[in-house]
């Protein structure tokens, strides 16, 4: 998994007891209290990092996870359980075309569920 416990970087020098006003936030901190789910995948297509949110919203579990598992995992183990609707396969495949393009472009996909 990503190491999210980084402080901000340029605020830690700041004089202040009060670790959000400091930048001594952790980044985990700071991922965890975003009101967006975060998925972070490395070039294999593993979940090498989440956030609170994305748990919370795509209901995964942790031990899921856990595993880092390929992107292929999650998709198949939403249509599993109901989450998704459609032939698995053409599924993986939208998710890893929105991935080249992620690579290619290098700006992030940004799914919205609603």
């Known amino acids: 998994m990503i190491d999210f416990s980084s402080t901000l970087p340029g605020?830690?020098?700041l004089p202040s007891a009060d670790p959000v006003a400091s930048g001594r936030l952790s980044v985990a901190a700071l991922l965890d209290h975003l009101?967006?789910?975060?998925?972070?995948?490395d070039?294999?297509?593993r979940v090498v990092g989440h956030?609170?949110?994305?748990?919370?919203?795509?209901?995964?579990?942790?031990?899921?996870?856990?595993k880092q598992?390929?992107?292929?995992?999650?998709v198949r183990w939403q249509i599993k359980?109901?989450?998704?609707?459609?032939?698995?396969?053409?599924?993986?495949e939208r998710v890893w075309y929105h991935?080249?393009?992620?690579?290619?472009?290098?700006q992030p996909h940004i799914y919205t569920y609603t």
């Open 51 to 66: 956030n609170h949110c994305a748990r919370e919203m795509l209901e995964l579990p942790l031990t899921l996870l856990q």
């Open 81 to 92: 359980r109901g989450d998704l609707r459609g032939d698995a396969q053409r599924l993986v």
């Open 69 to 74: 598992p390929l992107i292929d995992d999650v």
């Open 43 to 45: 070039v294999e297509g």
């Open 99 to 106: 991935l080249r393009r992620v690579q290619e472009t290098g």
């Open 35 to 41: 009101q967006h789910a975060l998925v972070v995948l």
């Open 11 to 13: 605020l830690s020098g």
